[in-house]
């Protein structure tokens, strides 16, 4: 069946430093989406791409996608605190399959 | 404000025991899915229903079941639960299967003792 795979498992990085996270499938996504979930929370949406090679930014977050569309990034410019949490992605075609997700510590 | 309520945030079952967790969407989303979330497993699939009455199985559906008889609602069900159960369940709805955003519940942390 379809795998989303996610790297790093954790990273922990000093308050300034930037951060990224990567994702690949195992087969080719009509899209792909990325999700926070802050400690004790639940994961909320952050943003989705569709199609290849798409760039998108929010704010410090840059979000790829790759041309094959089978992989996917999130970078994060100069970290803070507030970034704190697992960012997961997320892709499939029928069904919504998420990657192991990626646990980021920021120290003050 | 769109919500996604289930209806425990903790409980603790003994083993053997049917146990059945509810989740109630409020935006009449056709799409709604249970996730087990486990520490370095993340969130996976157990079931998803894209429709009253309709379900399919997830990545792990083996010993639970799911029942969906209102638009609204979607239910998980452990036939008889086991402590390798023990898990945060996450329910979560979307207005089509893959490519709208997924709203999540706050989770049910569940202990099978």
């Known amino acids: 069946g379809q795998q989303v795979m996610q790297i790093p498992q954790y990273q922990h990085v000093q308050e300034g430093e930037d951060f990224t996270t990567y994702c690949n499938s195992s087969?080719?996504?009509?899209?792909i989406q990325w999700y926070k979930q802050r400690p004790g929370g639940h994961p909320v949406f952050l943003i989705q791409l569709v199609k290849s090679g798409e760039v998108k930014k929010q704010k410090r977050l840059t979000f790829q996608f790759g041309e094959a569309k089978k992989n996917s990034s999130l970078h994060i410019t100069a970290t803070q605190t507030t970034d704190v949490g697992t960012y997961f992605c997320a892709g499939g075609y029928n069904k919504l399959i998420f990657g192991a997700g990626t646990r980021l510590a920021v120290h003050p | 404000d769109v919500k996604v309520t289930q209806s425990s945030r903790y409980l603790v079952k003994r083993t053997g025991e049917k146990v059945f967790l509810e989740c109630v969407q409020d935006m009449d989303h056709e799409n709604m899915f249970w996730y087990r979330q486990d520490p370095g497993l993340g969130l996976r699939l157990i079931y998803f229903?894209?429709?009253?009455?309709?379900?399919e199985k997830g990545d792990i559906p083996e010993g639970y079941s799911v029942s969906r008889e209102k638009k609204e609602r979607f239910s998980l069900i452990l036939e008889s639960a086991s402590t390798n159960q023990t898990s945060m369940y996450l329910c979560?709805?979307?207005?089509?299967?893959?490519?709208?955003?997924?709203?999540f519940g706050q989770g049910t942390r569940l202990t099978v003792v």
């Open positions: 229903s894209y429709d009253v009455k309709m379900k």
């Open positions: 979560a709805s979307s207005a089509v299967a893959v490519g709208t955003e997924a709203f």
């Open positions: 087969t080719t996504l009509s899209n």
